[in-house]
């Protein structure tokens, strides 16, 4: 299936530990996102690549350092995890110019709730 | 970007069209005007855009005001799975990177 896919789904993890959540679209997009939604439902960008180049970077502790190995992954490492950071984190894509569709139209992910102990 | 301001719930009878209406009286001549939702426990779907004129598509119809300072998205026969947030996003289109800020948006019911 075409779509924008996460893994874990679910990681629960003590504070302290350093962990790792992969995404990866087949949708030939440029652009790759991550979010953040937090307990109160607010949903937040943290960073976006394009081409593998970051191009927005949000407040965000650099505990969070994404990595981009293709246009097809992006990929969010968080070390010393805290318990603030527990929320559910959602990969998005978008596409590029020549393929017709808006600029605007993200494809979000199923999501990952990264819960910290 | 412009602010939007969305009621924080509706509720709707099922087969009924579902209106949700947006304000973004600061809205500026080059900014769209998106809606996504969010059902339960899954990410954001895009549903429809537009810029001045009415939109339709598969999933729903947006209205735009002549002055384009509110518009209001329409599903024409909501049904139980069209319980969502809602949310009325205004940007400017440009190609690359684009930060969509999400506010609390219309946590709508759909009854049976």
């Known amino acids: 299936d075409t779509a924008v896919s996460q893994t874990p789904k679910y990681l629960v993890t003590q504070m302290g530990n350093d962990k790792s959540i992969k995404c990866e679209q087949n949708l030939g997009h440029d652009t790759m996102y991550w979010y953040k939604q937090d307990s109160k439902k607010f949903l937040k960008i943290m960073f976006s690549y394009n081409n593998k180049e970051l191009i927005i970077n949000e407040t965000v502790p650099n505990r969070f350092s994404p990595k981009s190995p293709d246009k097809a992954h992006l990929n969010l490492h968080i070390n010393s995890l805290e318990l603030g950071d527990s929320a559910v984190y959602f990969c998005?894509?978008?596409?590029?110019?020549?393929?017709?569709?808006?600029?605007?139209?993200?494809?979000f992910g199923p999501g990952t709730r990264l819960t910290v102990l | 970007d412009a602010k939007t301001t969305q009621p924080p719930s509706m509720d709707c009878a099922e087969g009924r069209a579902a209106n949700l209406p947006c304000n973004h009286s600061t809205i500026s001549g080059n900014e769209y005007v998106y809606w996504y939702r969010q059902i339960h426990s899954q990410g954001p779907q895009y549903i429809i855009h537009?810029?001045?004129n009415n939109e339709t598509n598969e999933m729903a119809s947006l209205i735009i005001t002549e002055d384009r300072k509110s518009s209001t998205l329409i599903l024409p026969h909501a049904t139980l799975r069209d319980t969502a947030v809602y949310y009325c996003i205004v940007r400017v289109a440009r190609q690359g990177a684009q930060k969509l800020v999400f506010g609390q948006g219309t946590r709508l019911t759909i009854n049976p």
């Open positions: 537009g810029l001045k």
């Open positions: 998005a894509s978008s596409p590029p110019e020549a393929s017709g569709r808006h600029y605007n139209e993200q494809f």
